[in-house]
RNA sequence: GAGAAUAUAGCUCAGUCGGUAGAGCAUCUGCCUUUUAAGCAGAGGGUCGAAGGUUCGAGUCCUUCUAUUCUCACCA
């Protein structure tokens, strides 16, 4: 595409709105390229960082810096003038004056506006009102800003940060993030964070000599998981393909081609709603270690969100949807029949599908007269039992029916060994002792895909190669799927899944 | 999918009973060599989300549409 092309109208002039602003920032530029200012310059060479800057001064020891950012703030006083330059790593104040930069360079100075880039070298003092400073000797711009940054202003009032004229806008937020990160530090941080997250679970993995791999994102038949996919055509093959929902099979596959441990943070897609802890577009981390079980992995979750959140956060707490949240260990084991029984105060255990249903009915629930009693009490537990489980609760042994890809339960028949870690009243975390009796899978595939034909979307597939893959023998194996961005919203005390993603789903402009 | 709310200057927001489009910040001009929501004096900036309608007259009332936000539904 040819730069002034109109991405949504391949040939024509993409339409810039010329605001007054925007037209004399463009005439500057030209003006400054004009008097042999390049506003584009290639290179700076940076000696530090604002925050080191400030955790290092001393008083009495000036040092030489180069430090580069971007105009935040401008306080212009004749012939001497203060700015905030923000770098990667925070703001530090600049002191320029004319004397010491020279006529021409101060002119150049004035031109300048908020938001544009700039290297500054000088030495570091404290101002006459304490605040660590560079005291510039040269400078120069680096990058020219043709749109105006929304300008927010701080003052501090008895040690509290307050923020005038914020940029608020959600849309304008999310559809142009990168301003968002420009002028809103604290989403910044969260970034960071998620970052960190994702680098301490990759570690706390391969630490355990686990592999991390990658498998299709687009797959010829989508399994894994009960969603509806999206659909892609590949045109070379002329095949319908799908944008993966789960990469569970896969990566089971490779147990059964001998790995012991296999882990992949994917991202996955779901052709559903969307909503603060939806989008169509998500990171699932997934996990099969061979010759584990489920209360094996219980631990192991317990371990990892316990350490992550010491190694994000320093403290085992957190606020999460306004509910204080420990994460220390052990967190506390519910049967899924027995979680009904104490929020419910009903007994689901050995009844069939009629009782069941006239139970639900009894709580008030409407139920669809075709869903069976699996998923019945399931939609009692939806209803009543997790938006009350506030403190990371793991829910365990479901019924058989609702996780045709778990293993049967040792000894309760009719459950599987499958637990869910739910906190603040949401679903984290999934995991099961994996099905690998290859007769049994199939079985339970096919009872699926008759579900299917009755007309459930979110029924699974039969996946032959997968079948076929256990038929070769699948070591006892425990798998986790971890919702990523959930967990990064637990951790970074985020309420939307917006807020952790940082270009999330949006309708086009 | 349903309901509610929102859409006015680059940003944050006012706009009363339908009668000339407002403020702060930002921008521009002038002054100002340790300021910090810098200050002082002046100036410019608007297709009021889009399209229809009612009316002598619509930012304001009505209809439709678009987008967003929140709640609910759906959703491992």
Known sequence: MTPN??????????????????KRRLEERLHLAESGVNPYPCHFDVTHFSDSIITNFEDDATETVSVAGRIMTIRKMGK????????ANGRIQIYLKKDDVGESSYQTFKLLDIGDIVGVKGYTFKTKTGEISVHAQEFSLLSKSLRPIPIAKEKEIDGQ??????????????????????????????????????????????????????????????GGAAARPFTTHHNALDMQLYLRIANELYLKRLIV????????????FRNEGIDRFHNPE???????????DYEWMMKLVEELFYQAACAVNNCDSVVFLGNDISLKPPFRRLTITDSIKEYCGIDISDK?????????????????????????????????????????????????EMSPLAKEHRSKPGFVERFELIAGGKELCNSFSELNDPVIQRERLEAQSKLR???????????????????????PCAGLGVGVDRMVMLLTGQDSIRDVIFFPHLKPE
Do not use: C
């Open 453 to 475: 034909q009755r007309g459930d979307e979110e029924a699974m597939i039969v996946d032959e190669d997968f079948l076929r893959a256990l038929e070769y023998g699948m070591p």
């Open 352 to 400: 069939d599908e009629h009782e069941l249903r006239s139970m639900a009915r009894d709580l008030g629930l409407e139920l669809d007269p075709k869903i069976s009693s699996g998923k019945i009490i399931d939609e009692i537990f939806g209803e009543f039992v997790e938006p009350k489980l506030i403190q990371p609760t793991f829910i365990t042994d479901y019924p058989i």
């Open 282 to 292: 998500f990171t699932q981390v997934e996990l099969y270690v061979a010759y584990k």
């Open 80 to 87: 001497a003038s203060f700015f905030h330059l923000q770098d």
């Open 257 to 268: 081609g001998g790995f012991d441990g296999v882990f992949e943070f994917a991202k996955d």
């Open 5 to 22: 092309e109109n991405p949504q109208n391949p040939g024509q002039p993409q339409q810039i709105s010329l605001n007054d602003q925007m």
């Open 161 to 222: 940060k307050v923020v005038y004229d914020a940029f608020s806008d959600k849309e304008l937020r999310y559809r142009q993030r990168y301003v968002d990160l420009i002028v809103n530090p604290d989403v910044k941080q969260t970034f960071i964070k998620r970052s960190a997250i994702v680098s301490f679970m990759r570690g706390f993995f391969t630490g355990q000599g686990w592999l991390e791999v990658e498998t299709p994102i687009l797959q010829p038949i989508y």
